[in-house]
């Protein structure tokens, strides 16, 4: 299968490589161009994208630090408290200052002023903290005291529990996240005495923390101006800039594991949101903010430069595009101009190549062309006259083959008759072969379809005389007698139907002389019914390698002069048949007398 697919390539490629050689040069430097540019456009772009990820992920980082660093100032903010809670519990004035209240009997003045002194010890310390709102205080008797501003109280299944956890730890500090059922911070621990290191127990500390101050004094550290944040615990949410943002939040980005970051798109936006776990509180932080606001000069850069290696490579693929028909023009036009030689238009060719001709390899190339062009149009017109020339004496000696043959012919038949002693038709003849010979000594080489009938009439006016009853001759022309026909045409054929067909027979032969008018042709046709040729006789005649016989001057003088005056324009069909006779068809194409008649009899 591997090496289907490889043979099919080979093939593919193959066609399109031959696809490419018949491209214009052109076009083949464009594609050059485009390709090339384009793999290093590709490469570019390619590049600088990665980079720009790699940029973008050292932002990425960069805001998930500064959620860090915001989570460890919360977090400090957060051990404030703690350390403010172990100081109360283990501080000596108000370890003495409690054991003293705790031997005292509640409710009298020695109990109200020692409780009073405690209070002030309280404020004293609150006074130190801005992280607290309050403390309340509880004695093993269950009394309260609560110092600092009033966050409401703190409902009752909630107090009992957390003071539940504080008795079991002994000691230790332990803190409440918010909640919907209490929306602050608490935390605590139970005070042992440790003045004496009896570790008895002096009361509960319970202290509330306004989580949103302590966010809100921190949260100018994020340094996205439009930033949204929200933190949430396993107990519900702790703080959200916008009610509603954390189920928002928490849903759009799919938050899992312990950092990362999201880009989200919502109502047509994209939202950069980069999220927190602490491991201190078990707290998750997410700063949600518009992506542009931060990422969006790099995505404008990143548009820009790509936009300008576009722009870079359009206006260069336009400027080769230039170049190219610049370069090409030359040789299309020399390339034309090759077209039009092979028409035979040399001064066609040489307008094509008209303008001022440049010094480079094109322009010495149009140069060498042009002088070729004239060297061969000078050979071709020297050439040509030279033919014409020899065109015109070949058809004279061809023109005067006919004079003496048929000279000889008619003289033989008036001798004839005198001898038969028929003066008066001797006289007949006489006076019909002085008008056959002076047209046959006419120099011209076209006579009328009109004159070319009125002399093949006083040759056949000779013949009857000659052959009587043996012989009947036929003339059908229905033409106009306008139509040009090279001259001693229909005679030389007649002449050979009475040689080949009434001499070798013994009954009356008819021989038939039809002219007809086509629409851009003369179609003549010269019958008769004598004996005919055998297949080998005419194969021989058409080929013209049968020779004359008698006097005659063979069919294939007419031929040739039909050639040389139509070109290949002149049809000449020569058919028989045993005991059928023999039949000459000429076609040749209509030329009018008016316009062409003096130029063929002067000899052209």
Same mark, same amino acid.
Request: some cysteine.
């Given at each position: 299968?591997?090496?289907?697919? #490889?043979?099919?390539?080979?093939? &593919? ?26 793999? #290093? ?29 915001? +989570? ?10 703690? $350390?403010?809670?172990?100081? !109360? ?12 209240? @705790?031997?005292? @009997? ?8 020692? /409780? ?43 107090? $009992? ?52 101050? !302590?966010?809100?004094?921190?949260? $100018? ?7 949204? *944040? #929200? ?32 880009? %989200?798109?919502? =109502?047509?936006?994209?939202?950069? %949101? ?17 992506? +542009? ?20 490579? %359009?206006?260069?693929? &336009? ?44 322009? *010495? ?8 062009? $004239?060297?061969?149009?000078?050979? /071709? ?12 004496? @070949?058809?004279? !000696? ?23 002693? @028929? ?47 043996? %012989? ?33 027979? *013994?009954?009356? #032969? ?44 063979? *069919? ?17 069909? /020569? =058919? ?29």
């Amino acid at each position: 299968m591997r090496k289907g697919i #490889c043979e099919y390539g080979k093939r &593919l490629a193959r066609c399109w490589y031959s696809r490419y050689r018949d491209w214009k040069l052109a076009a083949k430097m464009i594609l050059m161009y485009v390709v090339m540019l384009g793999a #290093c456009f590709l490469f570019s772009v390619t590049a600088l994208q990665y980079s720009f990820n790699i940029y973008d992920s050292k932002l990425y980082e960069k805001s998930l630090l500064e959620l860090d660093f915001f +989570t460890q100032q919360v977090n400090r903010s957060l051990d404030e408290v703690e $350390d403010l809670s172990f100081f !109360m519990a283990v501080d000596t004035k108000i370890q003495e200052q409690l054991t003293k209240i @705790k031997k005292m @009997k509640h409710f009298t003045s020695e109990y109200s002023y020692e /409780i009073y002194q405690f209070r002030m010890i309280l404020n004293t310390e609150l006074l130190n903290s801005n992280m607290i709102s309050n403390v309340l205080y509880t004695d093993g008797e269950g009394t309260r005291l609560l110092v600092g501003t009033d966050t409401g109280s703190i409902p009752q299944r909630l107090y $009992d529990s957390f003071s539940g956890q504080l008795h079991q730890a002994q000691g230790a500090y332990l803190v409440h996240s918010p909640s919907p059922e209490y929306p602050y911070l608490l935390s605590g621990r139970d005070i042992r005495k440790h003045i004496d290191a009896s570790l008895e127990y002096l009361g509960t500390l319970l202290i509330t923390s306004d989580v949103t101050k !302590m966010i809100e004094k921190n949260i $100018d550290n994020l340094e996205a101006e439009s930033s949204e *944040l #929200c933190i949430y615990s396993e107990e519900g949410i702790i703080y959200e800039s916008r009610e509603g943002l954390t189920e928002q939040v928490v849903s759009m980005a799919q938050i899992q594991g312990t950092q990362g970051y999201r880009i %989200v798109k919502q =109502d047509g936006q994209q939202n950069f %949101v980069c999220y927190l776990k602490s491991s201190r509180t078990g707290w998750t932080y997410v700063n949600v903010f518009p992506y +542009t606001e931060i990422y969006g000069q790099n995505q404008r850069l990143r548009r820009m430069i790509f936009c300008g290696f576009l722009l870079l490579f %359009v206006t260069s693929a &336009l400027a080769l595009k230039k170049a190219a028909h610049i370069i090409t023009k030359p040789l299309e036009h020399l390339s034309k101009s090759m077209e039009i030689v092979e028409t035979g238009d040399f001064t066609g060719a040489k307008l094509m190549l008209e303008g001022g001709a440049s010094r480079d390899e094109i322009g *010495l190339l149009t140069q060498e062309f042009q002088v070729m062009l $004239d060297k061969i149009d000078y050979l /071709i017109h020297e050439n040509y006259e030279k033919q014409i020339l020899l065109k015109d004496t @070949k058809y004279k !000696m061809l023109q005067a083959q006919i004079n003496p043959h048929f000279l000889y012919n008619t003289l033989n038949s008036i001798n004839w008759m005198i001898r038969a002693k @028929k003066n008066d038709e001797a006289a007949e003849m006489t006076v019909a072969l002085g008008v056959i010979l002076r047209s046959a000594l006419n120099k011209q080489q076209f006579f009328t379809i009109q004159e070319e009938l009125e002399n093949l009439e006083k040759y056949l006016t000779i013949q009857k005389y000659r052959y009587r009853n043996r %012989v009947v001759f036929q003339v059908d022309a229905c033409c106009s007698g306008r139509y040009l026909i090279p001259h001693m045409t229909l005679q030389p054929l007649v002449e050979n139907a009475i040689y080949h067909g009434v001499e070798k027979m *013994l009954t009356v #032969c008819t021989i038939s002389v039809t002219v007809r008018e086509e629409e851009a042709h003369l179609w003549i046709q010269v019958a008769d019914d004598g004996p005919g040729m055998t297949q080998e006789e005419l194969d021989k005649v058409r080929t013209f390698t049968m020779q004359p016989k008698g006097h005659g001057i063979g *069919l294939k003088n007419i031929y040739e002069r039909l050639k040389m005056a139509f070109n290949q324009d002149a049809e000449f069909q /020569i =058919d028989s048949a045993e005991k059928k006779g023999t039949c000459v068809t000429i076609r040749i194409p209509k030329r009018e007398a008016e316009k062409e008649h003096d130029e063929g009899t002067s000899g052209r």
